[in-house]
T-cell receptor, first 111, second 112 residues
């Protein structure tokens, strides 16, 4: 089976750093993705990891440890517009197969 | 604009009715995926089509069906609608294996 866990909600202050964790158990692994979704809007792609290590993209970084089935998304210099849900998604056995999305973490950035 | 077009954006219909949601994938993308997202729920995979053929099925009800046409647009048909079918329905397309999906803006379905 496939299972992805994320914290349900997190709160942080503008200008701070926040780390959103994701743990997964899937049959096969062909990449882990992070998406941002504002309420009522479409998810938008943030990052992709297929090898262990850290991928940095501006204020956002994503880390992967395949042996531990663990990833995190790091958001630096938080801005109010970063208030959104952050979805962890894993692509399993077969390319072209559907992704499995985690339940999402709702991040609230406070002034 | 993500390049994935979904119509209509909003749909209000009565229980027992049937509706069709339409999706045009990004130019060059052969895969189309349909997802359902109920209020405060995660994205639930419904079905995946690749170049006109069904590739994978998720938790799709028997009252729901989909197809992908030769021009690669896809339609999701929802019939005998129930109040619980009210949700956002997203279509996504892909081709580049490294960069996941590109989502459309969704269709918000309200069943009354």
């Amino acid at each position: 089976g496939q299972n992805i866990d994320q914290p349900t909600e997190m709160t942080a202050t503008e200008g701070a750093i926040v780390q959103i964790n994701c743990t997964y158990q899937t049959s096969g692994f062909n990449g882990l993705f992070w998406y941002q979704q504002h309420a009522g809007e479409a998810p938008t792609f943030l990052s992709y990891n297929v090898l262990d290590g850290l991928e940095e993209k501006g204020r956002f970084s994503s880390f992967l440890s395949r042996s531990k089935g663990y990833s995190y998304l790091l958001l630096k210099e938080l801005q109010m517009k970063d208030s959104a849900s952050y979805l962890c998604a894993v692509r399993g056995d077969n390319y072209g197969q559907n992704f499995v999305f985690g339940p999402g973490t709702r991040l609230s950035v406070l002034p | 604009d993500s390049g994935v077009t979904q119509t209509p954006k909003h749909l209000i219909t009565a229980t027992g009715q049937r509706v069709t949601l339409r999706c045009s994938p990004r130019s060059g993308d052969l895969s189309v995926y349909w997802y359902q997202q109920s209020l405060d729920q995660g994205l639930q995979f419904l079905i995946h089509y690749y170049n006109g053929e069904e590739r994978a099925k998720g938790n799709i009800l028997e009252r729901f069906s989909a197809q992908q046409f030769p021009d690669l647009h896809s339609e999701l048909n929802l019939s005998s609608l129930e109040l619980g079918d009210s949700a956002l329905y997203f279509c996504a397309s892909s081709s580049d294996l490294n960069y996941g999906y590109t989502f459309g803006s969704g269709t918000r379905l309200t069943v009354v």
